[in-house]
């Protein structure tokens, strides 16, 4: 439910992986390579990621997001590699008894993983690749 | 001692290099490891990153061991756009 | 975009139909049936529609969001019918360039979805069924 | 004039009828057709619920037309679970 891979992210059997019958909620996320960053045309980005600290982490979230609001079914997949406009690069999908907490873990679960997942992004142009930086996180762990 | 260093996205282009040994002194610091790559590589000295011990964010004071790996880790831009 | 229907839903079309090359972002909520409520097993669950007016209060959901967020690419299906418990009823997708108001958005949609649209649904248990009713409208429009 | 009443959910079930063909008196209101309504349909006193004319929601004063499709919404419930 926790990974980091080169193969294409398909959102389906990874919400059958987590649906249960006592869920009524499903709330997916997918983040979408664009055509677009800063104006200019994108023609592809490049994944990269420490996949073995990358997936640790991926966990962690999954077990932050247990403690904050008792949701067990949660599943993280992000794609590393070059991917071409339009395709999925991330798919979080947090499945639970009701919508508010659905919403809210998935959430969290994408602004946690922009936060302390070691992957990386260079979005490529016609004249050269740029890699993209997040904010710095303000304290060291 | 040895220890490995792992570099990632901008690091990685720059050093030319995904990993490297490292020959260190034993009780090296994660800070004196960082001088002494600094040699090699000048752009380490800005400390836009973070390191990680094992695979686990670390502190500039923590020691090393034989066989840690050691990976520099800038500021991390997965998922979607910005 | 916007359908009250008794076919299957199937999300990976309604996702392809909204996406554009400006999104980076898509969030999927899936409403399902569940096997429980209120401790009691659920048979199935029986849905019905005032479906003319449904489709408009889904239509007019849409252009609340455009409003609200600028965010324009919006699906909102809701099934009705006979629904097997873990079945899917509801599937409100929203995309956008940025994950915020992609999650607000959708958020919005199903509350409000549950406020406006005449949808009703009935739980059936072994021993008869009850027309679940949620809360009544403060004013009348 | 003629109206249609439509009935959804708990009361399609308790009128036993989907729909219904109302003869009443031109200017009828919406309050004054749920009054002639009750007299068959007595649940339909407890105003549970809010209704429609020709798809939209419509308040009690509105004035009828013929043709005019009224429909009784009771609260509603789409979606997942409560």
């Given at each position: 439910m926790f990974k980091v891979t080169e193969a294409p992210l398909d959102p389906q059997p990874i919400v059958q992986g987590v649906l249960k019958e006592s869920h009524g909620a499903v709330v997916t996320f997918l983040g979408v390579v664009r055509g677009w960053s800063g104006g200019r045309r994108v023609l592809y980005m490049e994944y990269e990621a420490y996949k073995e600290m990358a997936e640790k982490k991926l966990v962690e979230i999954g077990q932050e997001i247990r403690q904050r609001w008792q949701v067990e079914d949660v599943a993280l997949y992000h794609r590393?590699?070059?991917?071409?406009?339009?395709?999925?690069?991330?798919?979080?999908?947090?499945?639970?008894p009701h919508r508010g907490e659905a919403f809210a873990a998935c959430h969290y679960a994408v602004d946690r993983l922009k936060e302390i997942v070691p992957i990386w992004k260079k979005e490529v142009f016609e004249d050269g690749g740029v890699w993209v930086e997040g904010e710095p996180m303000l304290e060291e762990k | 001692m040895q220890v490995k260093v792992r570099f990632f996205a901008r690091y990685r282009e720059m050093t030319g290099q995904g990993e490297s040994a490292?020959?260190?002194?034993?009780?090296?610091?994660?800070?004196?490891?960082?001088?002494?790559l600094s040699l090699g590589f000048p752009e380490l000295d800005n400390r836009h990153f973070l390191i990680a011990v094992n695979a686990e964010y670390a502190t500039l004071e923590q020691p090393l061991r034989h066989g840690d790996e050691v990976a520099i880790i800038p500021p991390v831009s997965g998922g979607e756009g910005v």
């Open positions: 590393v590699g070059r991917l071409e406009v339009g395709v999925t690069s991330l798919v979080v999908v947090v499945a639970a | 490292v020959e260190v002194e034993e009780g090296t610091t994660v800070a004196q490891l960082l001088k002494k």
